[in-house]
């Protein structure tokens, strides 16, 4: 069964770090594109960051842009998001989602979520002091 598993989330307070995993189980990350999204209480969800392993393009929201950076461990088929200088608007339930043959901008801005070929289940990240 192919499936996407998230890891990493908890509370951390502002300003600090914290690193999501996003591993791939039952297909290869390497055919694929990987997105970061995620969704508040009451608000639509947003793309964080994306990855393409097609042509090794990222894409980064402005909001996190300088803070976050998104990458791929082959040998562990996972994408990883590290998240620094964390905000408090940084709070949210994140998403990883893959869909093939996409560049990072096309997965993160133009692919329909039901569209995309998987869906993790997500992780809470909270920032508070």
């Known amino acids: 069964q192919a499936q996407l598993v998230e890891s990493g989330g908890g509370l951390v307070q502002p300003g600090e770090s914290l690193r999501l995993s996003c591993t791939a189980s039952?297909?290869?990350?390497?055919?694929?594109?990987i997105g970061w999204f995620r969704q508040a209480p009451g608000k639509e969800r947003e793309a964080v960051s994306c990855?393409?392993?097609?042509?090794?393009?990222?894409y980064y929201a402005d909001s996190v842009k300088g803070r976050f950076a998104i990458s791929y461990d082959n040998a562990k088929n996972t994408v990883h998001l590290q998240m620094d200088k964390m905000k408090p608007e940084d709070t949210a339930d994140y998403y990883c989602?893959?869909?093939?043959?996409?560049?990072?901008?096309?997965?993160?801005?133009?692919?329909?979520?039901?569209?995309?070929?998987?869906w993790g289940k997500g992780t809470l990240v909270t920032v508070s002091s």
């Open positions: 989602a893959a869909h093939g043959l996409t560049t990072a901008q096309s997965i993160c801005i133009d692919v329909p979520g039901d569209d995309m070929d998987h």
């Open positions: 039952g297909f290869l990350l390497d055919n694929y594109a």
């Open positions: 990855l393409s392993n097609s042509d090794d393009s990222t």
